[in-house]
């Protein structure tokens, strides 16, 4: 199965460090596609246990790239030139938790818009009697139900900090592993470990003209209406529009995105 | 009063015994102050699970209520930076609080390796990154190990011993089945994985309603837009040498572009790089449309391993590829390529007949200069989604191909010179349509070719035969060929519940004309010829045709039935001969199929079929032809008809989690066929072919089976396996029947491991044992052996060192042949920080300038030695991107 290299480190340090996490997302974007499966990287970087961040790599690659742009350190003819600087996620979302409070605060950008909103925290865990050893931690079982899924989720208590991918928080140990029942979304840890690098604490994209502050309930109406017709919002915005050549109102264009439809949230959360 | 006493006592029982726990109280530091976020468990004291737990929140309370029936619980709490503490106590409501002093933590750090293997659904996922070593630069070089995926010499790639049926970049098809530009010349740093699409079906339409037993392969490309490609030049001496390489490609969403411009002259074979490796028509004759030679130079046998040790040319191939995705789904690919390549070759050849009576010997010493010209262009039109498909392919290929041999036989000499071209268009056209809720099938494929050639021998040989004089200076045989093929079908598939069914109707028409005659030298033309010396042949075949097929698919079990029936009519006439053929068959051809997965691992095949058949033109000529200069064939022969009963089993073993894929096949088969071929040979080594009409039969077994395992911490693949092949046939040999059987055996086994950072090895081993027996006289057996061994070593950054030996024993018939070894030796080097690469190449180190082969069939025996290129030097530069 996994090959796992275990590193025991042990530091004393005045403060609590930081760590980050990696996980993979595993996910079936497509509920009648069982062969189109895709795959992308999120770091979770957790500042001295009290605040943490998290994001997908290809959003933090390609929002450094951003804050490249405004400082001047990269010109706007370098990043165009070479295709290593351009990142694509399929996720451009931001999300910062605090462990103290237990409050959110998430960026995410929908079509030509920034968002800047905050989700409740009702979250209730049933603890499992099962244990099991995910990527070399023991783990114990508990599940949940978010926005229109249910989860099994894998946590390490010894690893005591109270937090996971996404949303997924408040269990009395870090979530190794986290996939809804009918395993269409699976997130899986692959590496944690201390972090000496610089956090992100908040995307370099989020320009203060832009952003708007929003529900929770419009945001997840305006996503959904962008992911069922993304087309349809660009016309409306922008007038009628081609795509290599073809008119977007042509069913052929129109339809193409129909794959897109099974996102992670699929209910507004509660 | 009694009910109110009772009732007073009810009310003063005590309370249930499973009324809420809750545990409360504050976790703080030594100072009083408070810690939110740490986590506090309740765990049942015997099975230490938790059942219940709670954060503490900013201020440090914290409240759990828990309702589990046990007598005492263990308290735990948790958080980073502090001390762990613990308390027992009774299950019963109580505040606690917690004082945690301040401890550094040692928290395990986990960095999980990612599977090399991983598989969902239909698709497994082999990544690059965990099967490339240092010295891989192209993805064919990773292609090659990976476990359950073999590589053979022309490059044809199969997966689970079957060659696959696309090759996709990305998800697009750009070089249509020719695959190995791409496979050989696409950097391995562009590609972030290797997937097997199993059972892939390429018409999307069709996806869910038939299925397909073969594998895909598709290459991930690491960026959406990406730009590979190579340069590479060298020159070497021994004499004058070059090699050029020039391959820009293009990925992006919408647009891939391949171009190639190859040029050599150390052997390596560009023909090769855009030969047509998996095909998808069904629509093609019989045979496909490939070049058959009517007249030719008798061949030298030439070496069976690498080109590069034995090819002696100089070629230049250019090739544009070039795919656009348009609106409304559809897809343009124009697909070009010109080969221009002048081959030599020399060896000799011994050549025994056994006669079953007695055995007929000649030696040949030969000198062949081939000229090989071709010019081919396809377009391709293609809309492949779920609701449409549509593809129409118009193809045209052209080769002005001519030989020239020098030949000196039992010490006489001989010229021999050949005119090969031959020209085809061909268009394929299918479309699927719907008819209400009905899908449709359409498909159509014609094709025009046009094969004029000629051969020239001096001095002519059969003289007595063509000209009734002793001897003569020379003979020209002129052949001229024309063909029409046209093939209709119109079918539909309907799936009903677990069932697919695909009636079909179609209809076939070949018509051929072969006409061949004698050219004299200047002085003869007194000679008639006419007669039997001159052919003009018509050949037409009409065949209207219907097909049932069906499938069954149920979870694991994919059964297939094809019930194919046709009328078959040929009307073969020489008028100028007087003679003709007419036959009319019905003739009725099931196929059964069979597949079960026993689980996600193991699948087992099973198929059983009938098969009727009928020969070709090529086989049936009234007057005669000279095939070579030593072989004229008279074939005023019935067309030939064969009946095969085949069954075929086997199993399939696939575990990417343990990465190991084996599997084992067996194949019966039970032939008859109408015709006997009898053949005379003359005291020259001259051959007549007649047929008699006598049944014969044939049969045989095939045993095939390969296995591989990749050992992922010490980066080893391991594979290994077995070809059995055994079969009886009766001949006519001389005029007396004998019966005839081939026995053969190659085991391999074939190790390559990169466990060290400094030094890789690459071992194959590999035996071919022939035997046969005529007429019961059982001849020599003959054994090859064949050992590779590549060492390659990185001593430095950008260092890389290969050395690569092939060893050859050999055992013709009872007498040991001398071993030859060969090595080659490539130095590399990459120039730090910069995308040039310096090569040199010694080839051939230990100057072994000959080689002996040989090969068996029913009723002769080859020797022939065949000289190799001599130990060469090359240097090159090469620029990668």
Known sequence: MHLLFAIFLFFAVDSTPNFQVRYKLVYQPDSTNLNNIKEEAFLLSIKENKQSYFCSEGFWKADSIQGLRRTGLLSAAEYMGDPKYRFRTAFDKFIAKSLETRESRIFEKISFDQFEFSVPNHLKWEMGMEEDTIAGYACVKATTSFAGRDYVAWFAPELPIPDGPYLFWGLPGLIVKIGDTRNQYVFT????????????????YASRRKVKEASAQKIYEYREEVRKDPFGVIERRLGPSTFNGVPTSDPSIKNSKAWNNNPLELKLIE | MRLGLLFIFLVWAPAPSWAQ????????????????????????????????????????AYSIPCNERVDSVLIRVRTLGYTLEEKRVANISQVTIFRLSEESIALREVAVRPDPITRHGDTLSYSVDAFKSKGDRVISDIVGKLPGVEVRGDGQILY????????????????????????????????????????????????????????????????????????????GVAPMLWNANVTPMLFTKANQFIGSYQSNNIGADVAGQIKMLSSMSTMGRENDDSKTDRVQLVPIATPSFSNTRWLNNQAHLGSLNYLKKMGRDYQIRINSSYLNDIQKQRGNTETVYYTGVDTVALFEEKYNRLYNESLEVTVNLERNTKNKYLKNVLAGKGYWDKQTGILSRNHVPLEQMLRNPYFTISNTLSNIFKVGKQLMTFESYTSLNRLPQSLAVTPGPFSNLIAHTDSLESIKQHVNQRAFYTNNALSFTRGVGFFTFMPKIGFQLEQQKMNSYFELPHGEEEVVLGGELENDLNWLKMKPYGELKIQWKKESWRLGLDSPISYNIFKIEDQALGRNENLNKLVFEPRFTLRYELNSFLAVHAAMGFKNQFGEMEDIHYGYLLKNYRNIQLRDVPLQQSKVWSGSTGVQYRNPLSAIFGSVSVLGNYGSRNLMYGSTVSDEGSIAYTAQALENTTYGGLLTSNFGKYFADVKT??????????????????????????????????????????IDFDYSYKLNAFGNSVAGNKNKATVQQIDNLKISIYPFTGAYITIQNDYYRNNFGGATQRNQIFTDVALRYKIANSRIELQLNWNNVWNTTSLSTMSTNSFSYIRSEYFLRPTQVLASVKFGW
Do not use: C
């Not at chain 2, 740093?189 to 392969?217: C, G, W, Y």
């Open chain 2, 717 to 758: 693949n391991i594979a290994a396996g077995a070809t059995v092949n055994w079969n009886t046939s009766q001949q006519l040999i001389n005029g007396a029947l004998s019966q005839v059987v081939n026995r053969s055996t190659s085991p391999f086994v074939r190790i390559n491991t990169n466990f060290n950072k400094l």
């Open chain 1, 189 to 204: 840890l692959e590496r944690f470990g201390a972090y000496t690098g610089v956090i992100k604490e908040w995307p370099e």
């Open chain 2, 160 to 235: 689970q011993g079957n060659p696959i049926n696309k090759y996709y970049i990305d998800g697009l098809d750009l070089l249509g089945g020719k695959y190995k530009l791409a496979n050989d010349n696409l950097a391995v740093d562009a590609v972030t994985s290797v997937e097997v699409l199993e059972n892939h079906q390429p018409i999307r339409m069709l996806d869910s309603l038939v299925f397909s037993d073969k594998a895909a392969i598709n290459i991930r490309l690491k960026k959406k837009v990406t730009t590979s490609g190579s340069a590479q030049v060298g020159a």
């Open chain 2, 21 to 60: 726990v809750i545990f409360s109280g504050q976790v703080q530091q030594m100072d009083g102050e408070a810690i939110p976020g740490a986590s506090i468990t309740i765990h049942d004291l015997r099975s230490s699970k938790i059942v219940a737990f709670g954060i503490s929140e900013k201020s440090g």
